[in-house]
């Protein structure tokens, strides 16, 4: 067995199982303050002379912004779904931007559906615990949906690619922002390898799917007009707040003698992992995707 074999083997051993992920957001929600004041739970959209590179929430609401765009949708009576939707972040955007909008969010996480549903009293916005590869979405139902970097706790399996498309009406969009492989995982170089292995353990990720085999899935599934853009260097600004993110993060907890939680370690940990698989250019890139039912 080659090396490269083994360590694959070892990293599907230690990587998310469905429960390791609910543990790790009911714990870990709290500590994304700290990354966003808008509790967004993602990376950031960069445009020159629009976002202030030091301000990280202006790239990661960017990147919001960006995600409506592509959903083309009317700004009025328009239902959305947010799925994998944190603590509400995006949908707190989209609702104060379109207000008219009703945005259903699902998450796995029952701490982020107290806490994300709080934050949405007297707006059109709900948060459900829901599985996104299995909602309670009637089929035909939705004018648009979206994935921030949450398929990927699911691997990008085709099942939440399948239960995006039947919850969709015919003509709306999917859209998903996310990293995405290069190549095969077992084309990885040891380097990439390794950090794909603690990224996934960190952020309890099943893992990524490569880029040329979520366009087939979409095919296969039946999405057309699909588009797929490489953003990642758009993304990367924001990567870059990373360490500076952590060590505030750090800095913090020992000023207030405050323990690390086992679940804030693991953040910290997927964090970095992010940061240096970002560095590895050949083998991770940052996506848009959009698809038409
Ligand atoms: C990194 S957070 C991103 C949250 C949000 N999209 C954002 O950008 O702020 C990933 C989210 O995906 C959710 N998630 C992961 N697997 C899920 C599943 N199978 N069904 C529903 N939500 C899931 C987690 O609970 C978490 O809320």
């Not at 949908?91 to 806490?115: A, C, D, N, R």
Request: hydrophobic share 35%; glycine share 6%; charged share 25%.
């Amino acid at each position: 067995m080659s090396t490269l074999t083994i360590l694959h083997k070892l990293r599907l051993k230690k990587s998310a199982t469905k429960e390791k992920m609910i543990r790790f957001y009911d714990e870990a929600t709290e500590d994304y303050k700290f990354w966003s004041a808008d509790f967004n739970m993602h990376f950031g959209y960069y445009i020159p002379f629009k976002t202030n590179i030091l301000k990280r929430d202006s790239m990661l609401n960017e990147m919001n912004q960006q995600v409506f765009n592509r959903l083309q949708i009317p700004k009025q009576n328009s239902l959305v779904a947010d799925l994998g939707c944190g603590i509400g972040g995006t949908m707190q955007y989209g609702l104060k931007k379109y207000p008219l909008l009703h945005i259903i969010g699902v998450t796995l996480s029952s701490f982020q559906v107290k806490e994300g549903n709080k934050r949405l009293k007297q707006k059109n916005g709900l948060i459900l615990e829901e599985n996104y590869c299995n909602t309670s979405f009637k089929t035909d139902s939705v004018d648009g949906a979206y994935a921030i970097e949450s398929f990927c706790h699911s691997g990008h399996n085709k099942k939440a690619l399948q239960e995006a498309y039947r919850i969709l009406k015919s003509g709306s969009k999917l859209v998903i922002a996310d990293a995405f492989l290069k190549k095969d995982e077992e084309q990885l170089c040891i380097g990439s390898n390794y950090c794909y292995e603690q990224l996934c353990n960190g952020w309890s990720l099943k893992g990524l799917e490569s880029i040329k085999n979520i366009e087939k899935n979409l095919n296969q599934i039946g999405f057309k007009s699909i588009t797929i853009e490489d953003i990642s260097y758009r993304v990367a600004p924001s990567v870059l707040h990373v360490p500076i993110a952590i060590t505030g993060f750090i800095l913090k907890k020992i000023f207030r003698k405050e323990p690390l939680k086992p679940q804030s370690q693991k953040n910290l940990k997927g964090s970095l992992f992010a940061l240096l698989s970002g560095l590895h250019t050949k083998s991770f890139g940052y996506y848009l995707i959009t698809a038409e039912k």
